[in-house]
């Protein structure tokens, strides 16, 4: 149980394109869903807390209009990445909340060129 | 700023011993504290849960809190190989946002 999928898992874009992530809980419900950011060798920073049915609430810092989220549903949460750069070259995870815990995705490796 | 720090590491250790990671935060109001490992290229799974002060054992792996001393630790007995990755601790932040705050990772080395 517990399982959280992230799709595409591996991504290359050019600049200036926009590329949108999909997080799923696949068997449980999850109100909030965390969107996260990796870069090599660093530790996890949290990018924002997607809660369905309402805006998401983004860390200091992250800027609301290039990283868009939407919580569309009790197991569905997009991050789009818009008009992405080489720096936001990384690797995004998602998680879902549930059971007292967060359940993290697989990982999506973005490259933009 | 809250804050969770962790010696980055790497610890390297020979096969079969024990392996101490070790955790400091500086939310005094935090309640729950998790231990992820992450492979290289993976995102971080899941290995242990704390809540209460005292130790939590599950296998090989004790977790240990103090939350006087704001301290969490995890002890790996009879370490693997296949142990090898990075360890990070994250506390749950005071209220209810259910956030996580990470701290840097410690890299574990087992030499066989």
């Known amino acids: 149980g517990a399982v959280v999928s992230q799709h595409p898992s591996r991504v290359i874009c050019k600049s200036g394109t926009s590329v949108k992530i999909e997080c799923r809980s696949l068997d449980f419900q999850a109100t909030t869903m965390f969107w996260y950011r990796q870069f090599p060798k660093k530790s996890l920073m949290l990018m924002a807390t997607s809660n369905e049915g309402s805006k998401a609430t983004y860390e200091q810092g992250v800027e609301k209009d290039k990283f868009l989220i939407n919580h569309a549903s009790l197991t569905l949460s997009t991050l789009t990445v818009t008009s992405a750069h080489p720096e936001d070259s990384s690797f995004y995870i998602c998680?879902?909340?549930?059971?007292?815990?967060?359940?993290f995705g697989p990982g999506t490796r973005l490259t933009v060129l | 700023q809250k804050e969770v720090e962790q010696n980055s590491g790497p610890l390297s250790v020979p096969e079969g011993a024990i392996a101490s990671l070790n955790c400091t935060y500086s939310d005094r109001g935090s309640q729950s504290f998790f231990w992820y490992r992450q492979y290289s290229g993976k995102s971080p799974e899941l290995i242990m849960s704390?809540?209460?002060?005292g130790d939590k054992e599950d296998g090989r792996f004790t977790a240990q809190l103090n939350k006087a001393s704001q301290y969490v630790s995890l002890l790996i007995r009879d370490s693997q190989p296949s142990d090898s990755a990075t360890y990070l601790c994250a506390v749950k932040v005071s209220g209810n946002t259910g956030k996580l705050i990470f701290g840097q990772g410690t890299t574990l080395q087992v030499k066989p």
């Open positions: 998680s879902a909340r549930g059971f007292g815990e967060q359940f």
């Open positions: 704390i809540y209460s002060n």
